[in-house]
């Protein structure tokens, strides 16, 4: 054993080059103007080595953007623009402006980007026009990380988004040395077959990807194949999240082809993917031998029965570096449940696995359920392709999916049954868009009256009690309204509950008072089933309808809620059926 050197490390970590740069990280700023933006640009003109600028968790106006993009003019040594969560309440027809403004100015500067954030961002089509020229032209030749995670791109935006990488691509192929993407993320983008399919093409040309991740984007088989080719090309890559995507078995059999081929893998996130028990078995095989280095494997949510469940165990027999085992809200049965503890423990495997709970089912395969499913599968595509098509047309038209969103709640409405319907029909004044003539204080009414605020919305409130400013706050609304947006409000603290225990705290208070309200007003059946739609439990009669919330996160909030008895035990049964047999 070699000995240990304290000076030697002293030495390593006072060696190690320090980033410099400007950071207005969840200060809730509006820039308007130039003239307002003032600190903002001083900041970036006096910083000697801008090496990183963080705006992520203000608002950016025209103005302001083209003072901004000027100082930027001054600093080739750019490396990281950290632009997340950004404009929040601007019109589309600014975002894209203001995003060619900043594009500008780093051209100008010749500054060679690594990291490139505009996450948790209504870009929509429309806002992506902004980033094209940037994307393509040689401040982004030696981008590292791109991530675009919850921007509402839809199909129109994912094939400019793929179209401009080419384009980069190509042309810094010509100067000799490629784009080497090696992080992309784009969760929540609605995305589906055709913007998979282009993105695709763009992961097969570059060849350079590590980690992957693009959940929750209405996948189907055909594009998750297009996929798989293209992932059996990036040797490196060593994480993979497609979760809540419908992968089905089809899906797995390409990529267990592809899997097999990539060594490097440490994580796997194929949750809420329904896979079904072959998918599974054929997952398990992909990974079983030659995989050693495994950390993360996630199956959860995927209606596999037994046999899939014992593939999937057996195959962490060898994976020494295994942390993390999901395989929670699948159809084991108690004694597949028990039995499957067992072989982990065995293994040395059983620590890495997470909550197993009872799913009520009696572990029996279903025969001829991974066909009979495809089939589904393909029909539902069908209906699809036509929503796309549509899609299509309105974003051509430079229609932005968060303008869609922005009427969310008054559209999830006439197909909804009777006894939820005047609950998810009413109009909401809580989804309007922000004044622009009027500061925007980072208060609880604001987040409430945002349709996706962000975790880092959440945890710059003012208020130092978060519990009782949004109870204050709800307890304004007319009571006609109340347990609307009551409702809505413990979505958006949920879905953000896995990262921040805070919000989770706060989503379970206010869970405490819609019970409190729904049943002295006779309104419980109608919180169950709004809860079971929008947490994608409850198939919705309208078929066009999607949860718009992460619907992993408010799971796992409702689940917590659940366990701490939170919901009353007599409604606890209806959601534990739904959680363990389609979670």
């Known amino acids: 054993m070699s000995n240990f050197d304290l000076n030697s490390i002293t030495k390593a970590l006072e060696a190690a080059p320090t980033k410099t740069g400007v950071s207005f990280l969840g200060k809730a700023l509006k820039w308007e103007t130039e003239a307002g933006a003032k600190e903002l640009i001083d900041a970036i003109e006096a910083c000697a080595n801008l090496q990183f600028l963080n705006l992520e968790g203000n608002t950016l106006g025209v103005g302001a953007a083209n003072g901004i993009a000027k100082a930027l003019e001054k600093h080739p040594e750019l490396k990281e623009a950290l632009w997340k969560d950004l404009f929040t309440g601007r019109m589309k027809t600014e975002i894209p402006i203001a ?35 940037l994307l393509q ?61 282009a993105l695709a ?45 419908t992968v089905c078995p089809k899906g797995a059999a390409a990529l267990a082809e592809a899997i097999s081929d990539l060594q490097c893998l440490k994580e796997l996130n ?60 699948n159809q084991f049965g108690h004694e597949c449940r028990e039995q499957l503890k067992e072989n982990l423990d065995e293994y040395g495997r059983l620590d890495a696995l997470g909550q197993l709970v009872d799913d009520d089912s009696d572990g029996e395969e279903e025969e001829n359920d991974d066909d009979d499913d495809d ?52 109009k909401q004044n809580n989804t309007s868009t922000i004044d622009l003539d009027q500061s925007i204080p980072n208060t609880v009414e604001h987040y409430c009256r945002t349709n996706f605020p962000s975790e880092t919305m959440f945890h710059a409130l003012q208020e130092p009690n978060k519990v009782e400013a949004f109870r204050q706050y709800l307890s304004s609304i007319p009571s006609e309204d109340y347990l609307i947006h009551l409702a809505f409000t413990i979505l958006k603290l949920s879905e953000i509950s896995e990262k921040s225990s805070e919000a989770l705290e706060v989503s379970e208070a206010l869970l405490t008072d819609a019970y409190d309200y729904a049943r002295n007003n006779n309104r419980l059946k109608s919180l169950r089933n709004f809860l079971l739609i929008q947490l994608g439990l409850l198939k919705c009669e309208d078929s066009k309808f999607k949860p718009s919330y992460n619907v992993q996160g408010c799971r796992y909030a409702l689940k917590n809620a659940i366990a701490k008895n939170i919901v009353p035990e007599d409604e606890q049964n209806y959601f534990k059926v739904f959680l363990e047999h389609r979670g």
Request: hydrophobic letters at 35%; proline letters at 3%; a negative charge.
């Open 270 to 329: 194929f949750g809420d993917c329904l896979l079904k028990t072959k998918g599974a078995m054929l997952l398990a095989e992909a990974v079983q031998e030659l995989h050693t280095d495994i950390e993360v494997l996630n199956f959860g949510f995927n209606e596999i029965g037994p046999e899939g469940g014992y593939s999937l165990v057996n195959a962490t027999y060898n994976k020494d570096n295994l942390k993390s085992l999901i395989l929670d809200g």
């Open 375 to 426: 089939d589904t599968v393909e029909e539902e595509e069908e209906d699809v392709v036509e929503e796309e098509e549509t899609e299509g047309e309105e974003n051509e038209a430079g229609e932005s999916d968060q303008a869609e969103a922005d009427e969310s709640y008054s559209s999830q409405d006439a197909s909804f049954e009777p006894e939820i319907k005047d609950l998810l029909c009413q």
């Open 137 to 197: 032209s040689s401040t982004c030749f030696t981008l590292q990380e791109l991530k675009l995670n919850n921007c509402g791109l839809g199909i129109a935006g994912g094939r400019m988004l793929a179209e401009a990488l080419l384009a980069c691509h190509a042309a810094s192929l010509k100067k000799g040395k490629p784009l080497a993407l090696k992080l992309f993320i784009a969760g929540r983008n609605r995305l589906e077959n055709d913007g998979a399919k």
């Open 99 to 133: 995003l060619k403004a900043l594009g500008r100015g780093m051209n100008v500067a010749g500054a060679q980007l690594t990291v490139l954030d505009c996450s948790d961002n209504a870009l929509g089509p429309n806002g992506m026009t902004g980033l094209v020229d």
């Open 201 to 245: 093409k763009v992961f097969g040309t570059l060849q350079s990807l590590e980690h992957v991740e693009m959940p929750q984007n209405g996948i189907y088989p055909p594009g998750i194949t297009a996929l798989s080719e293209a992932f059996m090309k990036n040797a490196n890559l060593k994480v993979l999240n497609l979760n809540d995507n």
